[in-house]
């Protein structure tokens, strides 16, 4: 009987070092966590109030677009990358418009960013921050993992789907620390607002068109349609 009371005592002492080394582990990594969420830049900058740049025009950033350069048609988005309609959009009505209308030729599509919050803003510069190629494809990775990163979990679970998409640990913390990408996706928000007098997410220009909100896809077809019976004399 005394040796089981030793060996009990024996097991209760090494599962309470256990959770303790346990408890000083998580404690550690989430201070280190949130140590790194302070640091970045992006997320210490306000992105709700018109800002300071944007008097920036000249804003280098090439357009994210696919399609025929010279099509009749050109859909230009303005998203917000935590948007949930915008999202659904890209999960189901873009599919179509790529389907029966970019692959052919007929549209030209262009995507800008619209951050409604800094994690919009944060997922939009890693877009950025990827080979120009991997943009657009990680733009939808991204609509299509939104449940998962938008959590408290968020810049760990970005870092991951950033590093698929080819940007290394030091690169993705670089990438929210770029000041100057902040500057350019925040002026290419403040333009739209100047143009378009864009709002909300998700926006879209149909050739000069203004449609907001996340609409059917029949409701795209029918411009579409409209504006190829004018460019084909019918």
């Not at 399609?67 to 048609?73: E, F, L, M, R």
């Not at 120009?132 to 870092?159: G, Y």
């Not at 059917?216 to 004399?233: A, M, N, T, V």
Request: hydrophobic content about 35%.
């Amino acid at each position: 009987k005394q040796m089981q009371n030793n060996q009990y005592r024996k097991f209760i002492y090494f599962t309470s070092l256990i959770l303790f080394i346990g408890f000083l582990y998580y404690n550690y990594s989430f201070k280190e966590s949130s140590k790194l969420e302070n640091d970045l830049l992006v997320l210490n900058t306000d992105i709700s109030e018109p800002y300071e740049y944007s008097s920036i025009t000249n804003v280098a950033l090439e357009e994210l677009s696919m399609g025929n350069a010279n099509a009749p048609v050109t859909i230009i988005e303005y998203a917000s990358m935590t948007c949930s309609h915008c999202a659904e959009f890209h999960n189901t009505t873009f599919q179509e418009i790529k389907k029966n209308h970019i692959n052919n030729g007929e549209v030209r599509y262009i995507f800008r960013e619209f951050p409604i919050d800094k994690l919009a803003m944060a997922t939009s510069m890693l877009a950025r921050c990827v080979d120009n190629n991997v943009s657009l494809p990680f733009i939808e990775v991204l609509f299509k993992t939104r449940d998962q990163w938008i959590s408290e979990d968020a810049i760990s679970v970005l870092k991951n789907l950033s590093k698929q998409a080819g940007l290394s640990s030091e690169e993705f913390d670089n990438c929210l620390n770029n000041q100057t990408l902040l500057d350019e996706l925040i002026s290419i928000k403040d333009q739209a607002t100047k143009d378009y007098n864009i709002t909300s997410t998700p926006s879209f220009v149909i050739n000069g068109k203004i449609i907001t909100g996340n609409k059917p896809y029949s409701s795209f077809k029918e411009e579409i349609d409209k504006i190829l019976q004018s460019y084909r004399g019918i």
